[in-house]
């Protein structure tokens, strides 16, 4: 195999490489983008430290690794219809933003495969991003909750979040928030999603609910589908699957959506806080390629 174009440290965590020697702020040749998803793909999150990129580079990275995705309740930037700001004021008292573990708009029936987050103004501490490894939870979860849950579907919905009433909803934005958040009653309707989720292009199972969008089982009673809900919410973020990330300037992170679920922490209150966010959709399937090994 030949060598990589790029240099890869894998995080001590369990997910996660740091890519160094490669310049985004460039296009990048075919074979440096084949590389850089093979090896995502290996580690579901890499981190790129050290990339001070434009809009424009940000949004080229983006469509190498995949066709934009959809962003149904942010405001796009100005002239960048698929950017959106991840802000905060630093005189800001609203909640923060993404707090509950989730995998990104998990509620679509086609949802993202990837997100790249760019730090563009990173206060000086505080304001990590937790990461936690599904292929690993659902490796851990006892035989007979597997067989429970191979078959079954997660009902998904963005109520809580981006409904009226929604934790983003009419009240949040008559409290201040600086980032344009986008409520709407569409945030009611739900969408069914496998539980033990087979990844496209892996091949490797993982599972897939959350307790930011997951808010039921298909054919389970209420009181049995929040019994196993809750079960699988405090499984899932175990701290043997969880990567805490810390952020610096000019920093390019991307994550696979598949197989890791998320969650924001603040700390950082009295600093401005600016991040700028795309989320990649799926490719064809024509596209994926022979399964490749991977985290866990």
């Not at 997910?15 to 490669?22: E, N, T």
């Not at 959809?70 to 960048?80: I, N, T, W």
């Not at 573990?101 to 991003?129: C, E």
């Amino acid at each position: 195999m030949n060598a990589l174009p790029f240099s890869v440290e894998k995080i001590d965590a369990p997910l996660g490489a740091v890519v160094r020697d490669i310049d985004l702020t460039k296009p990048l040749a075919a074979h440096a983008v084949s590389a850089l998803r093979r090896t995502w793909l290996q580690h579901a999150l890499l981190v790129f430290p050290n990339q001070p990129m434009s809009i424009p580079d940000l949004e080229r990275f983006a469509q190498d690794m995949g066709p934009y995705g959809e962003d149904p309740y942010f405001e796009a930037m100005p002239g960048h219809p698929h950017v959106a700001q991840v802000r905060r004021e630093a005189d800001e008292t609203t909640r923060i933003f993404a707090e509950a573990w989730h995998s990104d708009w998990s509620f679509m029936a086609s949802p993202p495969a990837a997100t790249v987050l760019l730090g563009s103004l990173i206060p000086p501490h505080g304001g990590n991003t937790l990461f936690a490894n599904q292929y690993a939870a659902w490796d851990a979860l006892p035989d007979d909750v597997k067989s429970r849950l191979r078959d079954a579907k997660g009902i998904h919905s963005a109520r809580r979040g981006y409904a009226r009433d929604g934790a983003y909803g009419e009240k949040d934005r008559q409290s201040g928030r600086s980032m344009a958040i986008r409520y709407d009653d569409s945030a009611l309707k739900t969408q069914l999603q496998p539980m033990a989720r087979v990844h496209p292009e892996t091949g490797r199972t993982a599972l897939y609910v959350s307790p930011g969008y997951t808010v039921g089982i298909e054919g389970w009673s209420d009181q049995e589908s929040q019994a196993m809900l809750m079960f699988l919410f405090e499984h899932q973020t175990r701290s043997e699957f969880v990567y805490s990330h810390p952020w610096s300037a000019d920093m390019l992170v991307m994550w696979d959506n598949r197989c890791l679920v998320h969650a924001a922490t603040g700390g950082y209150e009295g600093h401005k806080r600016l991040l700028h966010r795309i989320t990649i959709a799926e490719r064809s399937p024509t596209s994926h390629g022979q399964p490749v090994s991977t985290v866990g």
